[in-house]
Nanobody, 127 residues
Framework: VQLQASGGGLVQPGGSLRLTCATS????????IGWFRQIPGKEREGVSC????????FYAASVKGRFTISRDNAKNTVFLQMNSLKPEDTAVYYC?????????????????????WGKGTLVTVSS
């Protein structure tokens, strides 16, 4: 099982980035995918989550209305479109996967729910 986040970089406040989580080694349509972020010295936090077929989506309050999660199971890929970026969005972003079960991505996304993790991609929002 492998997950690899990419698409990070340096962007000015108000700008946009699209993160990609490329997956392999498992059947993506059977898994929920979460996006998390971590600022150095702080705890990792859940940002967004999408259920296996995309019917349930969760967004943290800090990103709701600005970030959009989507998935293409046929291409084994999950995306996080990030618009109106703010300096406080600066962090390393990780994607993670877990087997779909009832309630996944409904109302929250928890680090402890995730089974597989990929390496992160750094997003820096700065002028």
């Amino acid at each position: 099982v492998q997950l690899q986040a990419s698409g990070g970089g340096l962007v000015q406040p108000g700008g946009s980035l699209r993160l990609t989580c490329a997956t392999s080694g498992f059947t993506l349509e059977d898994y929920a995918i979460g996006w998390f972020r971590q600022i150095p010295g702080k705890e990792r936090e859940g940002v967004s989550c999408i259920s296996s077929r995309g019917f349930s989506k969760f967004y943290a309050a800090s990103v709701k209305g600005r970030f959009t999660i989507s998935r293409d199971n046929a291409k084994n890929t999950v995306f996080l479109q990030m618009n109106s970026l703010k300096p406080e969005d600066t962090a390393v972003y990780y994607c993670a996967a877990t087997e779909q079960r009832i309630g996944m991505c409904v109302g929250t996304v928890r680090i402890g729910d995730m089974r597989y993790w990929g390496k992160g991609t750094l997003v820096t929002v700065s002028s």
